[in-house]
């Protein structure tokens, strides 16, 4: 029973709590007068978190600090003025996935996203650059402030100059990657759900500096694990062979997890198989049990040691219900459990009470246990009743934190589906899956912006055929440019994102058909980082001069098209990029319906009045039109009259 507090509500840890919600890389710890730590407020870095500008302030404290961090902080926080554009020739199913390919820098593309994906992301997983010496970093410009920076956001850049190497030379080494990887691991933050996972690979090199930098962002609280992963052996090692990566595994709200009794499992290795064999035998010997269960032991006896399998026979008895096992241990984990007496059904005699007390909390328990078959008796007291358990009704196995995954495997496997040795060290999209399937469920999304080959997309669409679910993924990636002198170059990939994109089309390719292939999201709606689909004077009125201002009556740059307008519409409104399209012809113009009636919008340059009041009984949730686009003033002075009378819930604006 928990003891009442006998004092007021303390307010000062309540606003530290509220705060840590939100910028939880500001509260870090210190002494109290009694000599014990608590959690106290970094009001330097909470000032550089409100500010748009670099704040000077002491460092004196326990925190990650680097030479450029500040200027990180500001890189997550500054807005930029660009936009998606879509691709409809680089897509697949544009109009009805579900799923995003996202071509441009990941910085960017974490901010376009934060409104319209804001908590809503299940699981992100990245595979940054490893920082080996040999790795290129992007080359963020940390130097001036947000002002600045959002007015250069706006020109168009050279994204093939966004990739600098980042040799140990460099006398900014870890300073680099650490002002690269922390804004888009803050940003990332923000996109997770509640109840959501960030998964991050990395090998020796920067192992500790990740940690530490995921404990500031997250909170060190919020760490659930680091994997371990055995991909190779290195024979021609100078003193170890280290061949092993990580997974640091984080959750954006550990305490969530724990209030919602949270427990992650996945399926024993080699279930399905065992379903089989089972069904087989039943087929085979009706209700001869004892010849279902010798064939049934000598398969399982005749796996290596080494095949996870295996550990399935250990359910070696069978019944009507499936394989069983009776053994199971009845000890309270730890010791120092419950010892009541529990009295043997057939001699009423005490039985004999395991070392470390009872599994269950009280003999209530116990006993309903026993009622539901779930434990079973020696022939008397003097044997410890045991906990009896059906392979078929398990709720499945926690994960292990070590794995084997040879990486030979994955290289040879995506050669084989891609025609050549395309891309280096592929990570394996098995690997990748069976993460997704640990981690989400349902229609979750997924997203990786460091997506390189696509694996984690190749794992999405595959685990939602063999799981009948519908989960989305949103892969992001810079189109760094393949060498000439590569065999990727010499097969026409003049990209990443290029190669990515046809590594998913081939994995679609290679669904089952008739057997729910078909009926799998394998599309992606391809959408690319450029600048703002407005002219310069939107965002900077006061530069345009007196007399070139007939020229700005049309603040739209003339190369965009209604398609790029809409997507910006999009964003600037926060309504999910993957909702289905449709575009219908009314009185002469092309009007947008975005997942029917979510949103509705017509960029064209004649709009009346006719086609105000069909787009309003239409009653949408929200309409935009071109700002320049209707055919007199009386039309744009009663647009909001006419929405009014006829959709007064509609929500309207212009662009």
């Known amino acids: ?30 002494a109290g007068d009694n000599g014990y730590l608590k959690k106290v407020i970094d009001f330097d870095q909470l000032r550089q978190e409100l500010s748009g500008s670099i704040v000077e302030g002491p460092r004196e404290r326990y925190h990650l600090n680097w030479p450029g961090k500040t200027e990180a902080i ?20 544009f109009d009805t996935t579900r799923n995003l390919f996202v071509e441009g820098d990941n910085l960017d593309a974490l901010k376009l996203l934060q409104e319209t994906y804001l908590n809503q992301i299940k699981l992100i997983y990245i595979d940054p650059p490893y920082n080996t010496g040999s790795d290129f970093v992007y080359d963020d410009d940390f130097t001036e402030d947000s002002e600045t920076y959002f007015q250069r956001s706006s020109q168009k850049d050279d994204l093939g100059n966004r990739l600098v190497l980042n040799n140990e030379t460099n006398g900014r080494f870890h300073s680099d990657w650490l002002s690269m990887i922390y804004p888009r691991l803050k940003l990332a933050r923000n996109l997770l759900t509640e109840d959501g996972y960030i998964v991050v690979s990395i090998d020796d090199g920067e192992i500790e500096t990740l940690k530490t930098l995921l ?12 994997l371990v992963w055995d991909r190779n052996r290195k024979n021609d090692a100078k003193f170890f062979s280290v061949g092993h990566e990580y997974m640091c595994i984080y959750a954006k709200n550990k305490q969530w997890h724990l209030q919602h009794k949270t427990y992650l499992r996945e399926p024993k290795p080699g279930l399905d198989e065992a379903h089989a064999l089972f069904r087989r035998l039943c087929e085979k010997y009706g209700e001869d049990w004892e010849g279902m269960q ?4 000598q398969f399982f006896n005749a796996m290596s040691n080494a095949d996870e399998r295996k550990k399935l026979g250990r359910f070696s008895k069978l019944g009507p219900k499936g394989p069983y096992r009776d053994d199971g241990n009845i000890n309270w984990p730890g010791g120092g459990g419950p010892k009541y007496e529990v009295l043997h059904p057939d001699t009423g005699k005490p039985c004999k009470v395991p070392t470390s007390g009872w599994r269950y909390p009280n003999e209530k328990r116990f006993w309903e246990e026993v009622k539901s078959g779930k434990i079973v008796f020696g022939p008397d007291e003097t044997t410890v009743p045991r906990i009896l358990s059906y392979l078929f009704e398990s709720d499945g196995q926690v994960m292990q934190s070590v ?52 694996s ?41 994102a290029d190669l990515g994109r046809v590594r998913i089309k081939k994995c679609a390719e290679r669904l089952p058909k008739g057997l729910g292939g078909s009926d799998v999201d394998a599309g992606f709606r391809c959408l690319k980082v450029d600048t703002s689909n407005m002219k310069d ?21 003339e190369d965009r098209i209604p398609e790029d307008l809409l997507f910006q519409v999009l964003l600037d409104w926060g309504v999910d990029l993957s909702l289905p399209i449709a575009k219908e012809t009314i009185e002469g113009n092309t009007v947008f319906f975005v997942d029917q009636n979510a949103l509705v919008a017509c960029f064209d340059k004649a709009i009346n009045e006719e086609l105000v009041k069909t787009i309003a009984t239409r009653k949408p949730l929200r309409a935009v ?22 959709s007064p819930s509609t929500e309207v604006k212009s662009i």
């Open 294 to 297: 010798s064939e049934w032991r």
């Open 625 to 646: 039109f071109r700002d320049s686009g209707y055919g007199n003033d009386s039309v744009k002075i009663n647009i909001e009259q006419i929405f009014k009378l006829i």
């Open 215 to 226: 404990d500031e962002v997250f909170g060190k609280e919020n760490e659930l694990a680091v």
């Open 1 to 30: 029973m928990d003891k009442l507090k006998m004092h007021s509500p303390d307010f000062t840890e309540h606003n530290i709590a509220r705060l840590a919600e939100l910028f939880p890389n500001c509260v870090t710890e210190a």
């Open 456 to 496: 984690t997309a190749h794992a999405v669409i595959d685990l939602n055929h063999s799981e009948n679910t519908t989960r989305r993924f949103i892969m992001v990636q810079l189109p760094e440019s393949c060498d000439e002198k590569t065999l990727a170059y010499k097969k026409g990939y003049r990209t990443i």
């Open 403 to 454: 794995f084997y995954s040879y990486a030979q495997t994955a290289a040879v496997e995506f050669q084989d589906l891609m025609g050549a040795k395309v891309f280096d060290n592929p990570k394996n999209w098995k690997d990748l899956r069976r993460l997704v399937n640990y981690l989400t469920s349902g229609d979750d999304i997924v997203m990786d912006f460091f997506a390189g080959s696509c």
């Open 74 to 93: 500001l890189a997550a926080n500054a807005p930029i003025a660009k936009t998606f554009r879509p691709c409809r020739d680089e897509s697949v199913d």
């Open 537 to 557: 004077v939107y965002y900077a009125p006061d530069d345009v001069k007196q007399g070139d201002l007939l020229d700005q009556i049309e603040n739209i740059k």
